[in-house]
């Protein structure tokens, strides 16, 4: 079986995946204050960069782990209702794309499971 990487259309679908994904986070006022005075293009490949490893595509994700590189973002507030509404974001994004729901879930899954590192919430036991 193909790898999600693979069923979502590879490079040029992450690519315009995250385009389309900051789009819609600089437009929502629940998130797009975080995004204050962040150089967006280092952010839209290193999201792509992110998005291509967890999905099962070439690894060249060189940003930082999910609990250092957000634990800024928490100090500002950031909770379970933000993170919710960037995989919303993500979910809708993939949908105007064309991308069948099992896709969706499956991103929505992965999203999910960085939670509690984003959130910089002990792990799960």
Known sequence: MDS????????????AAVDAFYGKVLADD??????DGVDMERQRAKQRGFLTMVTGGPNAYTGQNMR???R???ARGLNDGHVDAVIENLAATLRELGVPEA???QVGALANSVRDDVLDRPAAA
Do not use: S
């Open 30 to 35: 629940r998130i797009r204050h975080f995004f």
């Open 68 to 70: 250092d590189g957000h």
């Open 4 to 15: 999600l990487y693979k069923r979502l259309g590879g490079a040029p679908a992450i690519k």
């Open 72 to 74: 800024h973002l928490v």
């Open 103 to 105: 896709e969706i879930a």
